[in-house]
C-alpha cells in the first residue's frame, strides 16, 4: 500500500520535471534561422546608342526694335502754325513729301509780290547786277513762301509731336520726332565662342562688295502669344564693347510695318525681342541633351552593365543641346535618367532606345524546359533525323528490337 502511494505521487512529479527540463534544454538549443542575403537590386534608367550626325547651330541673342533713320521735324520760317494734317499724330503713318503743318503764308505771298514788283521795275533801266540782286530776292521770297509747307523727308510714322495749331514757331522750334519704316535694325551682341560659329558680313576699306548675311528670326511675346518676324544680318559694329567685350552685329527687318498673315502685329520701337541667328552647319558630330551633362564636363555611360563617369570636352551648347569634341564615340550607350551622384561601377538595368534589355529564358519549378527549350530540342532531333536517315531512339526501344542472325548464333 505504501508502494503504491509513493508511486502515484513520484510518477506526476517525474513526469513534469523531464517536461520543464526537455523544454529548458529546447530554448537553450533552439534552431537559429539564417539570414541570408537579398539579391542586390539594380536600379533601371532610360539610356541612349550614340551616332555620329550633322547639326545645324543657331545663335540665340537678345536687342532692342531701333528704326533705321529718326528725325527731328524743325520749320525753316517763323510764324502762326494753321492747319496740320490728320496722319499728324503719335504713331501716325505718312509717305514721302506729304505736307504735316502748315504755317500762315500771307507775309511770305506778300513778300514774293514785293519782289516780283521791284524786279520788273529795274529790269528796264538798271545794270545788270541789280537785276541779278532783284531776281535772287525773288527766288528767296518763294522759297521762304513754300517752307511754309512743312513737308516729310521719307516713308515714315511719327513718334512724338511737340506743337498743334495756332502755336507760333521760329526756325528751331522741334516740331515733331519722325523715323523711317522702310525697315527696322536690331543690335545684337555677340561673344568671343559664338563669332567662332557664325559667318558674319565683315567690311573692307578697298572692298565695296557686299556680302550676304546669315538668316535671322525675331522673336517676340505679346501677352502668351509669341509672334516671329524673318530679317538678315546686314553688317558689323566697328568695335568691341569695353565693357561686356562683346561685337555688336546688326539685323534688319524690310518691310516691318506691313499686314502679315492677318495675326502679326508690326514690330514697336524700343520692343525687346530675341533673336535666333543661323550659324554653322557641323558635319559628323556627337550631339547629346544638354541635360544629360553633370558639372560642365561630365555624362555617364553604361558599360557591361555597370554606371561609368566620363569625362568630355564641350564644343558647343545650348538650353538644349550640346555638342561634343572629345570623350565620346559613336555607338556609347548614354544615361539619360539623372543618377545624381552614383559612382562609377555600380550595376544598372539600361533601356536603351525605349527597349528593355532580352532576359535569359530558364526553366520552370517543374525541371521541364521551356516552350523555347522544347523547340530547340525538336530542331535538334529533326537535324538527326536528316543527317542519319532515322531518329534517335530510346534505350528500352533498342531492347525489344530483334537481335541479327549472327549475333544468336555467335551467342
Do not use: C
Not at 262 to 286: D, M, N, S, Y
Amino acid at each position: 500500500m505504501n508502494a503504491r502511494l509513493v508511486l502515484k505521487i513520484l510518477l506526476p512529479l517525474l513526469v513534469i520535471g523531464v517536461s520543464l527540463g526537455a523544454a529548458a534544454w529546447f530554448m537553450e538549443n533552439k534552431p537559429q534561422a539564417r539570414r541570408s542575403k537579398p539579391p542586390p537590386s539594380k536600379l533601371t534608367v532610360e539610356a541612349t546608342r550614340l551616332n555620329f550626325q550633322d547639326y545645324h547651330i543657331n545663335i540665340r541673342s537678345y536687342g532692342i526694335v531701333r528704326p533705321r533713320t529718326e528725325s527731328t521735324l524743325i520749320p525753316q520760317v517763323s510764324g502762326e502754325i494753321t492747319r496740320i494734317s490728320s496722319k499728324f499724330q503719335e504713331g501716325g503713318f505718312f509717305e514721302q513729301g506729304d505736307v504735316l503743318l502748315e504755317i500762315d503764308p500771307r507775309d511770305y505771298e506778300a513778300a514774293v509780290k514785293i519782289a516780283q514788283a521791284n524786279l520788273d521795275q529795274v529790269s528796264l533801266t538798271a545794270s545788270k547786277t541789280t537785276i541779278l540782286m532783284e531776281e535772287t530776292r525773288l527766288e528767296q521770297a518763294k522759297l521762304n513762301l513754300e517752307r511754309t509747307r512743312i513737308k516729310t523727308p521719307y516713308a515714315g510714322r511719327i513718334l512724338t509731336k511737340t506743337v498743334d495749331v495756332g502755336q507760333f514757331v521760329s526756325p528751331g522750334t522741334q516740331l515733331a520726332q519722325i523715323y523711317a519704316i522702310d525697315y527696322v535694325e536690331i543690335r545684337l551682341p555677340l561673344n568671343n565662342q559664338q563669332l567662332e560659329f557664325v559667318d558674319i558680313p565683315e567690311q573692307y576699306r578697298n572692298d565695296a562688295t557686299s556680302q550676304v548675311g546669315p538668316k535671322v528670326t525675331i522673336k517676340a511675346k505679346v501677352g502668351r502669344q509669341e509672334y516671329q518676324w524673318n530679317g538678315k544680318i546686314v553688317r558689323t559694329e566697328g568695335t568691341i564693347d569695353s565693357t561686356s567685350r562683346q561685337l555688336f552685329v546688326v539685323a534688319q527687318v524690310d518691310d516691318p510695318y506691313s499686314r502679315r498673315n492677318g495675326e502679326t502685329p508690326p514690330l514697336k520701337i524700343g520692343q525687346f525681342v530675341e533673336a535666333e541667328i543661323e550659324g554653322k552647319r557641323l558635319q559628323e558630330t556627337i550631339v547629346i541633351p544638354r541635360g544629360a551633362i553633370y558639372q560642365g564636363n561630365e555624362v555617364v555611360l553604361v558599360e557591361k552593365g555597370k554606371l561609368q563617369r566620363q569625362p568630355v570636352t564641350v564644343l558647343w551648347s545650348d538650353g538644349q543641346k550640346a555638342v561634343i569634341n572629345k570623350g565620346l564615340e559613336a555607338g556609347d550607350i548614354l544615361v539619360l535618367t539623372s543618377v545624381g551622384s552614383l559612382s562609377s561601377g555600380t550595376p544598372v538595368s539600361a533601356i536603351i532606345d525605349g527597349k528593355k534589355p532580352e532576359r535569359k529564358e530558364k526553366k520552370n519549378r517543374s525541371g521541364k524546359d521551356k516552350p523555347g527549350q522544347d523547340q530547340k530540342a525538336r530542331g535538334e532531333e529533326a537535324d538527326f533525323v536528316r543527317k542519319n536517315g532515322k531518329g534517335p531512339q530510346s534505350d528500352q526501344a533498342i531492347k525489344n528490337q530483334p537481335m541479327p542472325v549472327d549475333q544468336k548464333q555467335g551467342g
